[in-house]
């Protein structure tokens, strides 16, 4: 549970009013519920409340806070919370990384991570360090994505008409490990053209904003795996915001419904 959601992944898009995409600063929650639960999960419900921020622009380096508390309740036995919580800052050009994570399950602390990378160039090694460990170190493959440098990948192939992209990436969720990343983009989506959200009232300030439709699963970098860890579905609008969030988790799987939606002031860049 401890992978963190990388949901907030711009060229013209085909929408009534073009606008180029871009990454807005917002705040977004979602309610979770157990969309499926099947395998060895045993679950008989699951609820909880997803929250993501993020704050920055591209010249000043991006500060993403996490949090997602989930109740789950199997067949048999007492229910188990758990809460995870993360916030990750990004630099400018993606040469600098730093990150921590807290999180309890069931009222029982698990280690913190901590750590930080730097490197001399997007596709250069990364020099990191696990700060939590007493400054263990480690080295980031070159040609790694960091999440933000990742989602930005993500919704260029959206503007350029979706497609296939494969990535190793890095979110310091699991220390020092890579993930490697399949996603598929579809075509773009008129703006006001999903019903979920357009009878959403906290959804209003995506009226005007195109989207695509996005799947993102990752697999170990080592081994030939065919099914994923992990895999996430959604929408993506041209701002940036996620909606109609499905977390397939292999056993069970979760959905996210849009529930507050605050969009901030964008920094301006010099």
Known sequence: MKKT????????????????????????????????S????ALQSANGKLAFEIQGSSCE????????????????????LIDTQSTTYEGPGALDFRHQLKETVGGEA?????????RSAVDAEGQGEIT????????LPAGTALPMQHQMKLMALGEAGGGRDS????????????????????????????????TNP???????????????????VEGEDEVPQYQVNFDMYANGVASGLVL???DFTLAGKLTDLQMMEPAACP
Request: positive net charge; proline residues 6%; glycine residues 8%.
């Open 202 to 220: 906290v959804a209003a300030p995506l009226a005007n904003v195109a989207s695509w439709p996005m799947t993102i699963s990752y697999f170990p």
């Open 110 to 118: 698990k280690p913190d991570i901590r750590l930080k990378l730097s």
């Open 132 to 139: 939590s460990k007493s400054g263990e170190a480690f080295t």
């Open 61 to 80: 380096g991006w500060t993403v806070s996490f949090r997602m508390a989930t109740k789950y309740r199997p067949a048999e036995g007492p229910a188990t």
């Open 248 to 250: 397939d988790y292999g």
């Open 167 to 198: 990535s190793v990436i890095f979110d310091g969720s699991d220390e020092s490990k890579t993930f490697r990343a399949i996603s598929f983009v579809g075509k773009a989506k008129a703006a006001g053209s999903i019903q979920r959200d357009m």
């Open 38 to 41: 099947g395998g060895g999960s």
């Open 5 to 36: 959601l990388l949901i907030a992944c711009s060229v013209l898009l085909a929408a009534a009013q073009a606008q180029a995409a871009t990454i807005a600063p917002h705040r977004a929650i979602y309610d979770l519920t157990l969309l499926r």
